[in-house]
């Protein structure tokens, strides 16, 4: 799963898509690795509606294929179907007024 996330960055980097990441993998005592992504927001919570990065879906595919390959893309997507269990989101806005400089 590591390394899926890291070729998906790569193929983000390589389409210039706006997007800002961070990711992180943690072994929970007694369970399965759980990994969190964090995404930066640049434009606002209007980063979340459909269609704000219009074709974007397409492209990323487009260029991992292009990439890495047909048979890495078709294992991509039964890999994240396997290993997914759960997905939990939350958002949190960051409030200048109520931060400490």
């Given amino acids: 799963m590591v390394n899926e996330i890291t070729r998906g960055i790569g193929v983000n980097k390589k389409n210039e898509a706006p ?3 961070r ?3 943690k072994q929970m005592s007694g ?3 759980v990994i969190v992504i964090i995404s ?3 434009d606002g ?3 979340l509606e459909t269609n704000y990065f219009p074709g974007n879906t397409d ?3 487009s260029t991992y294929i292009q990439m890495y390959g047909q048979d890495i893309w078709d294992r991509r997507i039964n890999l994240l ?3 997914t269990n759960n997905v ?3 958002m949190v806005k960051l409030r200048e007024d109520l931060s400490s400089k």
């Fill in 45 to 47: 919570f209007k980063q």
């Fill in 31 to 33: 369970g399965s690795p």
């Fill in 40 to 42: 930066n927001l640049k």
């Fill in 88 to 90: 939990e989101s939350e």
């Fill in 59 to 61: 492209r990323f595919k």
């Fill in 23 to 25: 990711t992180y993998v």
């Fill in 19 to 21: 997007t800002s990441y």
């Fill in 81 to 83: 179907q396997e290993v």
